[in-house]
């Protein structure tokens, strides 16, 4: 285990982790990313340390910050797929546009679960298919990069 002795102490240590994705939403807006690509770079990147070092199994406290870096990764990237969103559409469609993006983002939540059983079985556990999937956001973060690098990727925030 993760050395959880208690319940309140496992709510005590998420909501530890938690706050990371408010500090990636506030960092964000304070940031002001040129291209939503350059933000979800940095977001992938954030998931890839994050998956991969928790895939190893670090102690609780270091388990916590990691986790938090996570999650600082995923409120960047809700932050920025929303404003990419809402943007693409004229103001008269952005509600239309956010219903879009919540829906895609409670299937993305809902298939999340599914597909990380689909890698577990190969990679024989779930520590393993966590670290599958940090690779997977390290490649789709380096891939970014690399686009933005070569002049593709003109995803306007």
């Known amino acids: 285990g993760l ?3 208690s319940t309140a102490q496992l709510s005590v240590y998420a909501t530890i982790a938690s706050m990371g994705t408010i500090l990636g939403a506030y960092f964000y807006r304070r940031h002001r990313f040129a ?12 998931f ?5 070092a928790l895939s190893m199994h670090p102690p609780l406290v270091t388990g916590t910050l990691v986790d938090s870096i996570g999650q600082f990764a995923g409120g960047l990237a809700y932050t920025a797929t929303l404003a990419w969103a809402v943007g693409s559409f004229e103001e008269r ?8 993006w919540l829906s895609s983002f409670y ?8 597909l ?6 190969p990679t024989g556990d779930l520590l393993h298919a966590l670290g599958t999937v940090g ?5 789709l973060a380096i891939a ?6 070569m002049g593709f990727g003109a995803l306007r925030t």
Do not use: D, N, P
């Not at 990380?116 to 079985?121: A, D, Q, Y």
């Not at 970014?144 to 690098?149: C, D, I, K, W």
């Open 135 to 139: 690779a997977v956001y390290g490649a």
């Open 107 to 114: 299937l993305g939540s809902f298939l999340s679960a599914i």
């Open 144 to 149: 970014l990069v690399v686009a933005r690098f």
């Open 93 to 100: 469609y952005r509600a239309r546009g956010i219903g879009v």
């Open 48 to 52: 890839a340390v994050s998956f991969v």
């Open 35 to 46: 291209h939503v690509t350059h933000a979800m770079a940095l977001s992938y990147g954030c």
């Open 3 to 5: 050395g959880v002795e």
């Open 116 to 121: 990380l059983e689909l890698i577990r079985g």
